[in-house]
């Protein structure tokens, strides 16, 4: 499959794991990538092998989140999708919810509906992490919840990836987001990391709304 016009796709922690597996079946249907990494040289290959756009980018840091987005705004007139893959643990996490609000102004551009699509931390990833609870599921959860209550009545559609499945499901728009239990895992992590690139491929075909400039 296709795309009839290239979506404008930028992804977070596209130089390696389920980042980088989104951005080879994005690149073989044909989209406009933007590809984010705070791995310079493993950023620089894989822009070059799938003819990407790259953008360092640290997203535990504020400070280069918001040069990214003051780039992405000036040099792009909109994005149809993001991909928040990068960091591990609460980094994932924080990273995400900071990325995701730093580029609302340029997906709220688009003629049509833009996507917005988090990938959780998992495993070794919340096992391991400095600050456990800000790596958990339910963390994560919580703030693409608050996200969605965020941009509700907008163009703008909130959906959270699960590694252990490979399914991507739309947000609850939920201001509060609390209370909420624990979701159960569904497999080894790595075992659907295909079926979930092509379910958050397949999001973008076919669009309903003409290319944009």
């Given at each position: 499959m296709r795309f009839d016009s290239a979506p404008r796709v930028l992804i977070t922690g596209a130089a390696?794991?389920?980042?980088?597996?989104?951005?080879?079946?994005?690149?073989?249907?044909?989209?406009?990538?933007?590809?984010?990494?705070n791995d310079s040289k493993a950023l620089a290959s894989a822009s070059e092998a799938?003819?990407?756009?790259?953008?360092?980018?640290?997203?535990?840091?504020?400070?280069?989140v918001t040069v990214l987005a003051a780039d992405i705004m000036q040099a792009y007139p909109a994005l149809d999708m993001v991909i928040n893959a990068a960091g591990g643990g609460?980094?994932?996490?924080?990273?995400?919810?900071?990325v995701s609000r730093a580029l609302l102004p340029v997906l709220r551009r688009g003629e049509g509906h833009s996507l917005l699509i988090n990938i959780p931390p998992v495993g070794e990833e919340i096992d391991q992490a400095i600050f456990p609870y800000a790596?958990?599921?339910?963390?994560?959860?919580r703030l693409s919840s608050a996200l969605a209550a965020e941009t509700r009545g907008t163009t703008i559609r909130v959906l959270n990836a699960s590694l252990q499945s490979?399914?991507?499901?739309?947000?609850?728009?939920?201001?509060?987001?609390?209370?909420?239990?624990?979701?159960?895992?569904?497999?080894?992590?790595?075992?659907?990391?295909?079926?979930?690139?092509?379910?958050?491929?397949?999001?973008?075909?076919?669009?309903?709304?003409?290319?944009?400039a």
């Open positions: 390696g794991g389920v980042g980088r597996d989104c951005a080879n079946l994005l690149a073989q249907m044909g989209a406009e990538l933007i590809l984010c990494d799938l003819g990407a756009v790259g953008r360092f980018c640290d997203v535990s840091s504020e400070a280069s609460y980094e994932r996490t924080l990273g995400m919810y900071r790596s958990s599921d339910q963390a994560f959860r490979g399914q991507v499901a739309e947000v609850v728009p939920d201001p509060n987001a609390a209370n909420w239990p624990e979701e159960p895992t569904q497999g080894k992590v790595g075992d659907h990391l295909e079926a979930l690139a092509w379910n958050i491929a397949s999001l973008l075909s076919p669009r309903r709304h003409a290319r944009r």
